[in-house]
């Protein structure tokens, strides 16, 4: 079953702050963000898996809430280069090397 | 290091004709994974290869799709005959198959069926 994001869609100023959040209807053993810009591919973000920990890097980062099944990415302090669609997929098992399912994206707007 | 190659980049041609899409993984990357993607919306797995076996090939439309990975590197995924519903991006991802898990997409093939 697919993952179902929100926001479809935010437009912000550049310095503004952006949650985006992915929750599942079934059990997930693991979540991964993507940014994907126009024509191009999706470009690997972060992994989380089961046990509610929380990544980050520089001012991208990402919790994951196993009770809840969702899962929210958190953009601080906005830049130009965050513009495109983010796309969350999950995997349910740990068979280590399973196919995605993604959600339908959504899509950040960064204006100056 | 390469990233993930698949070629053609583009690819237009009319309904009912045969049309291949090429993948080379990453270096070392056991795991491979064709997905489709269609406007607006987020990739859908086709097939995942571990090796040289098709390990997951239930959401393959079998009637019409084919995929092979010969030696257990490249990959060749096939439409034959196209339908224009089948106007999509066509992208090739691998994986070490790890826990982990991390995926690294390709830049895809565009198909245009007219």
């Known amino acids: 079953q697919q993952p179902v994001q929100s926001p479809q869609a935010v437009i912000l100023r550049e310095g503004e702050d952006a949650v985006i959040n992915c929750s599942s209807s079934?059990?997930?053993?693991?979540v991964h963000w993507y940014r994907q810009k126009h024509g191009e591919a999706p470009v690997f973000l972060m992994i989380?898996?089961?046990?509610?920990e929380q990544k980050g890097h520089d001012k991208i980062s990402a919790s994951f809430n196993e009770k809840k099944q969702q899962s929210s990415l958190y953009l601080t302090a906005s830049q130009l280069s965050y513009s495109g669609t983010y796309f969350c997929?999950?995997?349910?098992?740990?068979?280590?090397?399973?196919?995605?399912?993604f959600g339908k994206g959504t899509h950040l707007i960064i204006q100056p | 290091e390469a990233g993930v190659v698949q070629s053609p980049r583009y690819k237009i041609i009319e309904k009912k004709q045969p049309v291949a899409f090429w993948c080379n993984p990453i270096?070392?990357?056991?795991?491979l994974y064709w997905y489709r993607q269609n406007l607006g919306q987020g990739p859908e797995l086709l097939i995942r290869y571990e090796n040289e076996e098709a390990v997951d090939d239930s959401q393959l439309p079998k009637d019409r799709f084919s995929a092979e990975r010969l030696k257990g590197v490249d990959s060749t995924l096939k439409i034959q005959p196209a339908e224009l519903g089948d106007s999509a991006v066509y992208l090739c991802?691998?994986?070490?198959?790890?826990?982990?898990?991390?995926?690294?997409f390709g830049p895809g093939t565009r198909l245009t069926v007219l």
């Open positions: 270096s070392g990357h056991n795991t």
């Open positions: 997929g999950t995997a349910y098992s740990g068979g280590g090397a399973d196919g995605l399912t």
């Open positions: 991802a691998s994986s070490l198959g790890s826990r982990t898990n991390e995926q690294f």
């Open positions: 989380l898996l089961k046990g509610g």
């Open positions: 079934k059990a997930l053993y693991s």
